[in-house]
């Protein structure tokens, strides 16, 4: 029994649902996103009202029908909000500009990174804070994550780029010691 793919999503106010066989599409204030179904599960809508429910008992219908609920509440949550994810970067020189729709950063390299930002996405920089944002989740983080490949922060002396809540745990490092 499925506890999340069981909930009843609520369908706010200005966004419009509809449902075709294979796809899902959500229009609302903020863009569009169209979510791929699966033939194990049915979407039913009623009034302001969508639910979830699978087709068989069988492992994977039952592997899809949570994951494809979720990914519907994702939808309708990233048509009225959006996502955002906020990127420190911590180090003496370490910069980000935002041009465009690219994210110029400079790491410590002998050259600057050139990131090119995918439709949908979009970056704010402001001094030593990188936020990433767009009404696609898996997009958000899958940036944001590919950014924060570029350099991730080393235990010695904290140097990086991190998330903004993330702890990094620090190191001691090496101490010379008379070996008499």
């Known amino acids: 029994m499925s506890r999340i793919g069981n909930s009843v999503i609520t369908i706010p106010e200005?966004?419009?649902?509809?449902?075709?066989?294979?796809?899902?599409?959500v229009?609302?204030?903020?863009?569009?996103?169209?979510?791929?179904?699966?033939?194990?599960?049915?979407?039913?809508?009623?009034d302001n009202s969508l639910s979830v429910s699978r087709k068989a008992e069988d492992k994977v219908s039952r592997a899809m029908h949570g994951t494809i609920r979720q990914l519907v509440f994702n939808a309708i949550e990233g048509v009225?909000?959006?996502f955002s994810k906020h990127l420190e970067i911590i180090g003496i020189g370490y910069n980000a500009k935002s041009q465009n729709n690219r994210v110029i950063l400079q790491l410590g390299f002998s050259h600057d990174?050139?990131?090119?930002?995918p439709e949908g996405v979009e970056a704010v920089a402001?001094?030593?804070?990188l936020e990433?944002?767009?009404?696609?989740?898996?997009?958000?983080?899958?940036v944001a994550a590919k950014i924060r490949s570029l350099r991730k922060p080393e235990p010695y002396k904290g140097k990086?780029?991190?998330?903004?809540?993330?702890?990094?745990?620090?190191?001691?490092?090496k101490t010379?010691?008379?070996?008499?």
């Open 160 to 173: 990086g780029i991190r998330y903004k809540d993330e702890y990094v745990r620090s190191k001691q490092g």
């Open 126 to 129: 402001q001094k030593g804070e």
């Open 132 to 142: 990433i944002k767009g009404i696609d989740k898996q997009a958000v983080g899958q």
């Open 176 to 180: 010379v010691g008379g070996g008499e």
């Open 14 to 25: 200005g966004v419009k649902v509809e449902n075709n066989t294979q796809h899902l599409l």
């Open 27 to 46: 229009e609302g204030p903020k863009g569009k996103l169209s979510v791929d179904i699966c033939e194990e599960v049915t979407i039913k809508i009623k």
């Open 80 to 82: 009225t909000n959006g």
């Open 113 to 117: 990174i050139i990131f090119d930002l």
